[in-house]
């Protein structure tokens, strides 16, 4: 294997403890900053209303759940990148990572302040700009393929957080019942 191949084996490795390491801090200051900011953003950005609405009503498990299961799906995909060395599904959860760390950015610009997962994003960053640079560099992707497989992944992973926010919430009161 030469070292193009192992620098991007370590960057495949890479993608699931980087949006672990993200959204940890989405877990872990989503809610309270939502309870203090909700009605602030709603009053700044009408349009973001509904989603706030929908977002917003998980509690922390909840949202972890939802967190989880994404987690496993990059994970999968990052097992099967490595065994396999079919890299396409990997690089759909790359780009999709890479484009959520960059609307965080934009969403902090936005209300010039802080928001949840702003401070993960700009260290994370760095990692999706060079990944992208090897992969474009090296030829591994070109600018269609990337172009397309971000379009799958904001559909897919759009769909997807829809789903599982929306079953979070309900899936967490059942297994609190299921425990009492």
Not at 2 to 28: G, K, R, V, Y
Not at 35 to 60: Q, R, S, Y
Not at 117 to 139: D, F, M, R
Request: charged content about 15%.
């Amino acid at each position: 294997m030469n070292s193009c191949m192992n620098e991007f084996t370590l960057l495949i490795c890479l993608l699931p403890i980087l949006f672990i390491f993200h959204d940890f801090e989405e877990i872990i200051f989503s809610r309270v900053w939502l309870d203090h900011h909700k009605e602030e953003i709603c009053l700044k950005f009408p349009f973001m209303k509904k989603a706030l609405n929908m977002f917003g009503n998980l509690n922390t498990p909840a949202f972890s759940l939802a967190v989880l299961e994404e987690f496993i799906i990059i994970s999968i995909f990052t097992i099967v990148a490595l065994v396999f060395n079919e890299t396409d599904l990997w690089y759909i959860c790359f780009l999709t990572f890479s484009i959520h760390l960059l609307m965080h950015i934009i969403q902090s610009i936005a209300i010039k302040g802080y928001i949840p997962a702003v401070v993960t994003s700009v260290i994370c960053l760095p990692y999706s700009i060079y990944t992208l640079l090897l992969i474009h560099e090296k030829g591994i992707y070109n600018l269609t393929e990337s172009i397309i497989y971000s379009l799958i992944g904001i559909i897919f992973f759009g769909a997807n957080l829809l789903l599982i926010h929306s079953i979070a919430g309900k899936l967490y009161k059942l297994l609190a019942n299921k425990m009492k």
